[in-house]
């Protein structure tokens, strides 16, 4: 697999802190990789880090392959970056805006700004000068000085942060266009986990400096499944029934009598027949779906990872 971003044991320490703590980060090549974590998780100075705007203490960065510090001016032209919003002049307009920002950075095609535009939904908005835009117009204009010179890679940290519901709407569904589309990588950093899960195709979960986790969404997805689950007097007794006379392998057995089966759902009514012929009591039978939020709150210990629904 081939990675635009590859960390090797990355770190930083301030002092005694230290913000990162050995990190490894993998990205593939045309894929929207979420990192996530609570506030002060180390986030935000691992994307400077990858931005060339801190200096790690220690560790390896690789970008598109190569060596972050070698012909880096190379290198970088080839990311868009949004940490904060961009310091854009309130007396003008997006495209005023933009202009200013292509000359001062050179090699940008004629054309550049308007497609920019076009690309965040903003092509229309000609006379309204930036102090008049809605918090997220700013978000997306700030996205569209990202990708002016049209990167290869997209590094955007907390994008979202204090949008309304459309405004989160509008953003995801440029970032997902920006990758299906225009095939830019893009590496996102989030608190709040639905925008993660409904936008990532990998998630990197960080936590006291370090990332605990990275898995693709997919693999994700298939851990937190929806199941039908018995709580049964006898649990080996149902077990046995489930493989021999079933032959089901998929479910799983847990606390206080308490099976899980994750596949054939539509088939506990038949099943719990068949245990009470068997003389097994069923005193309950519920179907669920594993929360992603649990399954993150486990992960970093409960926590302050936003479960937003706003997505």
């Keep these: 697999m081939q990675y635009v971003i590859k960390t090797n044991k990355l770190t930083k320490q301030f002092g005694e802190q230290i913000a990162v703590d050995c990190v490894n980060i ?9 990192l996530l974590g609570r506030n002060g998780a180390g ?15 220690r560790g390896k960065i690789l970008l598109f392959g190569k060596d972050h510090r070698k012909k880096s001016k190379e290198i970088y032209h080839r990311i868009g970056s949004m940490i904060e919003l961009p310091g854009f002049y309130e007396n003008l307009t997006g495209s005023e805006n933009l202009q200013i920002f292509a000359r ?35 978000q997306r204009l700030g996205i569209a000085a ?10 955007l940290d907390e994008p979202t942060n204090g949008l309304d519901p459309v405004g989160i709407q509008q953003v995801r569904k440029y970032l997902e266009m920006l990758c299906l589309e225009k095939g830019i990588t893009i590496l996102i950093s989030s608190h709040i986990l639905s925008e993660i899960e409904q936008l990532a195709d990998i998630i990197g979960v960080m936590h006291q400096g370090r990332l605990i986790e990275e898995v693709a969404m997919q693999e994700l997805h298939q851990r937190n499944r929806q199941y039908v689950e018995f709580e049964v007097s006898d649990e080996n007794k149902a077990c046995l029934l ?11 057995v847990h606390e206080n009598g ?17 245990f009470v012929e068997n003389g097994i009591s069923v005193s309950k039978i519920n179907i669920r779906e594993e929360k992603l939020e649990d399954y993150f709150s486990k992960l970093i210990g409960g926590g302050e990872l936003v479960p937003s629904t706003l997505l």
């Design 146 to 155: 990202a990708i002016m010179h049209e990167p290869e890679l997209l590094i």
């Design 242 to 252: 489930l493989e021999e006379k079933f032959g089901f392998k998929d479910y799983s």
């Design 43 to 57: 986030k935000t100075t691992t994307i400077r880090m990858l931005l060339n705007l801190v200096t790690p203490t």
């Design 104 to 138: 001062l950075r050179g090699q940008h095609k004629k054309d550049s700004v308007q497609n920019a535009l076009k690309i965040v939904g903003l092509d229309q908005e000609t006379k309204k000068t930036f102090g008049n835009y809605s918090l997220g117009m700013k």
């Design 26 to 34: 993998h990205v593939p090549q045309g894929k929207i990789y979420g």
């Design 258 to 274: 308490s099976i899980r089966l994750y596949s054939n759902l539509e088939m506990r009514a038949k099943l719990n027949g068949c």
